[in-house]
């Protein structure tokens, strides 16, 4: 018969969140497990969007984590801002932190890396994680490693960190929760590129959106604007170079392509982020639209909300900040659910009046003009896009 383990935290996830929290939980002496159900190979090179803005490269020195953020990292200036093929100035007014591109993989590699030097116990290939009584004072988490061998941990809290479709939002009973969900009307042809980003930036256009963003030295993330019944056969690579040219109106460095995808653009949030000693962590409880860069944003803002308040549970026995979790974040969420909305609609509707229609695009168009020239609204916006506000 398997032994029964026992630890304060199980995290379930072992992404960009569900690490920092275990380095956070290890640093101030707090216990805790990270089961992750891909091998590390995997999850080593598992590509996400990279942009973390001020508040996260704050969160992150705060703990002292800072050394996870070298290693590849890309300074996240202004970039490049075409509207019709021109090239625009863009001020958005970064605070004294500033943000960085820094890909995910590489950011959680370090992240694993900091985490096993200080001992931590992370399981990898941990398959059929159920969650149970999770409503009483010891949840049990169980799992298969690759030998087929069963584990069970019992532990004070679960972190579930482990994405849109893990199970850990999926063990919270379905009339507990209530998803709010909004669909864009089009999707985004994401591409992985093996080429240097030049140029670099998004584009606005009557064709649709476009956007190349540095991922490293020699790889992109490209995004092209597509209709929502769109597939990726669609979609040759010739036609992805000439696209983006077209959009950006410049000629753009082209080289191999190594996967693409379609995505419809939505928005959506659950709520509570708690039940009973089950908490959730960045996808697993909301999805925002990639226009707004502001996935990893949410998911680190969860984690430091949460570690503070595991933290002051097992070391002082104060459950407020626990207690109030799920409310504080959701607010915070709202907030930025709301920023993702208009940015995306935004730089939609200034491009293909196809969607919208040529009024909404002028509108669109006099508010980004407005967004870029009043103290006031350039200051919001600044502080928005830093993650500040």
Request: hydrophobic share 40%; glycine share 12%.
């Given at each position: ?226 209709p929502v019944e769109d597939t990726v056969e669609q979609w040759p690579d010739e036609r992805i170079w000439s696209e983006l040219e077209a959009r950006f109106g410049t000629p753009v ?137």
């Open positions: 018969m398997a032994q029964i383990e026992s630890t304060p935290v199980v995290i379930v996830g072992a992404g960009g969140a569900g690490l920092t929290l275990a380095n956070i939980l290890l640093r101030n002496g707090v216990g805790c497990v990270v089961l992750e159900r891909r091998s590390r190979a995997y999850v080593d090179q598992r590509q996400r969007a990279g942009a973390i803005d001020s508040f996260g490269v704050g969160a992150i020195r705060k703990w002292g984590l800072g050394a996870v953020l070298e290693g590849d990292p890309i300074p996240q200036d202004d970039g490049g801002f075409f509207i019709d093929g021109q090239a625009m100035p863009m001020d958005i007014g970064h605070d004294e932190e500033g943000g960085m591109f820094v890909p995910q993989h590489v950011l959680v590699r370090n992240l694993t890396d900091a985490f096993l030097a200080e001992g931590g116990d992370l399981r990898y290939e941990a398959l059929d994680v159920s969650l149970t009584d999770v409503d009483t004072e010891r949840p049990t988490v169980r799992y298969q490693d690759a030998d087929g061998t069963t584990h069970t941990i019992t532990c004070d809290f679960i972190a579930g960190a482990d994405g849109f479709h893990g199970v850990s939002r999926s063990s919270i009973p379905a009339d507990v929760l209530t998803e709010y969900s909004y669909e864009y009307g089009y999707s985004w042809l994401t591409v992985w590129a093996a080429v240097a980003t030049n140029p670099a930036g998004m584009a606005i256009h009557e064709r649709g959106l476009g956007g190349m963003i540095p991922r490293g030295a020699d790889a992109t993330r490209i995004y092209l604007q597509c460095a082209s080289g191999e392509i190594l996967s693409k995808q379609v995505i419809p653009l939505r928005s959506v949030v659950f709520g509570p982020m708690s039940y009973g000693k089950l908490y959730l962590l960045g996808d697993a409880a909301h999805i925002v639209p990639p226009m707004s860069a502001k996935g990893i944003h949410l998911a680190l803002h969860d984690t430091d909300l949460f570690a503070r308040a595991v933290i002051a549970q097992i070391h002082k026995g104060d459950a407020t900040q626990l207690d109030d979790y799920s409310s504080t974040a959701l607010r915070h969420i709202w907030n930025y659910q709301a920023f993702a909305a208009w940015i995306t609609d935004l730089m939609h509707n200034a491009g293909d009046p196809s969607y919208e229609g040529e009024f909404r695009k002028q509108v669109a168009r006099a508010e980004m003009e407005r967004m870029f020239t009043p103290p006031t609204a350039n200051k919001l916006f600044g502080e928005l896009t830093a993650g500040t506000n």
